[in-house]
Structure formats: C-alpha cells, structure tokens
C-alpha cells in the first residue's frame, strides 16, 4: 500500500524566526502582522516567534542562513516588499532575494519560507498586504507552518 504525508497546520510546540526588511517598512510591517497573526492562530506560542529586522530584501538571506544555521527555530519566514522603480534594481533584488532564500532551505534543510512580494506599483504592495489581495505575511507563515510539520514526519 502507497503511504502518502502532507503537513497539518499544526504550530503547537514550535518555533520559527521572521525575517523581515525595514525597507517599505510601511507594507512589511503589515505582512509580519500577518504571519505572526497566522502562526499564533495556528498554536504557535508568542515566545516562540522571534523578529528579526534587516536593511532590505538583498540581506534576507544571509540573515536567514545565520538563523538557520543556528538550530533556533524549525521554521524561517522571510519577508519583504521589492516595488519596481524606473531603473533595473528591482530585477537584480528580487532574483537575488529569491535564489539565496532558496539556497538557504536546500543548504540547512530548515524549512526557510520566501515571503517577499514584488509588484510594479504600491496599490499593487498594499492590495498584498493585506488589503484585497490577502496578506502574503500570513500564506508565507501558513507555509512555514505545514513544511515543519511535514518535515516532522520524515523524520
């Protein structure tokens, strides 16, 4: 018989760490309401989230990794708000943001969860922080919190 797993969103008796970017601090702040708000829904403690703040999206992952590699939390959730300008900055940011996010999770098998939105302007920002587009904070914790457990049944 085929055994199949799937995580529940279950965060009793774990913990995570939030990345998050004081850049755009303005949408951020609104996306760590959500996720800390999704986690404590969820079961998780309030003493077992932890906020982390960085410069920008570029320092996400480097933040992540050190997290990660201090075995402190089971799950990581990054966070951030990357708006597009009139220059190619937005393009390097965000692709950078993104693989080393990535890397951080495939390198230390901590579930490090990409939680940085990009959008062309900022109704686009706000609409994902929460105002008509849900809030991208809350899916990225919503995820941290079934990868943990997932990864709980590998074991």
Request: aromatic share 6%; proline share 3%.
């Amino acid at each position: 018989m085929v055994k199949s797993f799937e995580g529940n969103l279950i965060g009793k008796n774990k913990t995570f760490g939030i990345v998050v970017s004081r850049f755009n601090s303005f949408i951020t702040k609104k996306l760590l309401e959500g996720a800390q708000d999704c986690l404590i829904r969820h079961g998780t403690k309030e003493d077992n989230i932890d906020v982390y703040w960085v410069p920008g999206a570029c320092e996400l992952p480097i933040a992540a990794m050190r997290l990660a590699k201090s075995a402190k939390h089971d799950g990581i959730v990054c966070l951030g708000a990357v708006i597009r300008g009139e220059t190619p900055h937005f393009d390097y940011v965000s692709s950078e943001a993104a693989k080393g996010i990535s890397a951080v999770g495939l390198e230390t098998g901590i579930p490090t969860i990409y939680g940085v939105i990009t959008t062309d302007t900022l109704e686009q920002a706000i609409d994902r922080a929460g105002a008509r587009g849900g809030n991208k904070g809350a899916e990225a914790a919503l995820t941290a919190i079934e990868m943990v457990d997932l990864f709980d049944k590998m074991k």
